[in-house]
């Protein structure tokens, strides 16, 4: 597995992160817990470094896991968690209650984390979601404060727009965004990837492969659990998968040409657009990991890349990320 460096903050991960939130949240069925540890163990041994968790995944329960699995790589991996929302008392936090990233709140975030993911310090901490009540100027100096104090490593924000990240970066170095970018989803090239090239920022793009559609597995007829989060997702409606089949026609087209699958396509494409990209396709099953991680090794030509992007301008993506 190739190493990326997350821009210029001299964290180095594999140059694919592995995304651990269906593991027990968001899905129907989760995960088998031992199954998921011996999966995480085996990812281990295929190269992945990096894995993302958060508290709100579960809640708390995605971190159990997490810590559990990797607690034998302790300083081998890197593992990112998230904080910044409210808790609806001993449940834990919902984002369905908002956001809270107020100072006393990161801080008890940040210890109860440690905990569950059975580590001294944490190596990426996100702000999960920008906080309307809390300058992001606070929240920078309060993780500044965890990294002082050597309980947070590097400092990370999720979804914040190009104005936001400057104010942050002011602060305290931001190593990360950690933003939904993808073949079918480029409205940050705007404004926040140059500011993210400008700022030496590293970028970990989530829902790489558009939530399993990008994979080219789901058609009109794939139906879909209550409690999968894709049965409530505009984009998985089947007028929207009957109409998005263009994006997966190209896929197959690029694919054809390099002996590949739609999915290893559209993560040799992510990791094509810079070099301080590293997406975080999330898994489950080995075989998935392994085509997933051999997007890697697929080089994409200049004429691939614009002929990527002359079908894109002219497909319309039907329904909304969210």
């Not at 990112?80 to 100072?103: C, E, M, N, Q, V």
């Not at 990426?124 to 009540?133: C, G, K, S, T, V």
């Not at 404004?191 to 597995?217: A, F, M, W």
Request: charged share 25%; aromatic share 8%; net charge neutral.
């Amino acid at each position: 597995m190739q190493k990326r460096k997350l821009g210029n903050s001299g964290l180095e991960v594999s140059a694919l992160g592995l995304g651990c939130m269906r593991m027990t949240y968001g899905d129907a069925p989760i995960g088998d817990k031992q199954d998921m540890i011996a999966f995480l163990h085996k990812s281990v041994e295929r190269g992945i470094t990096f894995f993302d968790t958060a508290e709100v995944y579960g809640p708390f329960t995605n971190e159990d896991l997490v810590g559990e699995a990797l607690e034998p790589f302790k300083g081998k991996v890197i593992i990112a968690t998230k904080f910044g929302f409210k808790h609806d008392g001993d449940k834990g936090p919902s984002p369905a209650i908002g956001t809270d990233s107020r100072l006393e709140q990161i801080k008890r975030v940040a210890e109860a984390s440690l905990k569950r993911l059975r580590v001294d310090a944490i190596d990426l901490f996100y702000q999960h979601r920008p906080d309307p009540n809390v300058p992001v100027e606070d929240v920078a100096g309060a993780v500044k404060d965890l990294i002082k104090a050597g309980k947070v490593k590097y400092f990370g924000l999720s979804e914040s727009d190009a104005p936001t990240i400057r104010r942050a970066h002011a602060v305290q170095p931001v190593a990360a965004l950690q933003s939904e970018y993808s073949i079918w989803w480029t409205p940050i090239e705007a404004e926040i990837l140059p500011t993210l090239e400008e700022l030496g920022i590293g970028l970990v793009p989530y829902s790489p492969l558009g939530r399993g559609y990008l994979t080219g597995k789901v058609d009109e007829n794939t139906t879909f659990a209550a409690n999968d989060i894709r049965a409530r997702n505009p984009r998985f409606t089947q007028e929207a998968i009957r109409a998005n089949r263009a994006v997966i026609d190209l896929l197959e087209r690029i694919a054809a040409q390099h002996a590949a699958t739609p999915a290893q396509i559209a993560l040799a494409w992510l990791l094509a657009q810079k070099p301080w990209i590293v997406p975080i396709p999330g898994s489950r099953k080995i075989e998935r990991l392994d085509e997933n991680n051999g997007a890697v090794n697929i080089e994409l030509s200049a004429d691939d890349l614009s002929a990527i992007k002359e079908a894109m301008a002219q497909i319309r993506v039907v329904g909304n990320r969210y």
